[in-house]
């Protein structure tokens, strides 16, 4: 928690197998807005050390979200 408002997350996925290693990671911040309404702005890394022939082993998303907490 950084202040009375806004909090930091990072959360980190990990599924292995003998032939392919999946990883997900989720860096975000909250901050509340209104009561238990928040905003959230969150950076997502996927990766797939067993991807098609071609395509890109890491996948990256980036977000906004507007959240309630309960």
């Known amino acids: 928690q950084i202040n009375d408002n ?3 997350g990072q959360d980190l996925d990990i ?3 003998s032939d ?6 989720v860096t975000s911040v909250r901050a509340g807005l209104i ?7 969150s950076y997502t ?4 050390t067993d991807a098609p022939a071609g395509k ?8 906004i979200t507007l959240d309630y907490a309960f």
């Not at 009561?35 to 702005?41: K, P, S």
């Open 56 to 63: 890109d082993k890491r996948d990256t998303y980036t977000a």
């Open 15 to 17: 599924f292995a197998a």
């Open 45 to 48: 890394i996927k990766a797939n």
């Open 20 to 25: 392919n290693t999946y990883w997900e990671t």
């Open 6 to 8: 806004v909090t930091f």
């Open 35 to 41: 009561g238990n309404v928040g905003l959230i702005a």
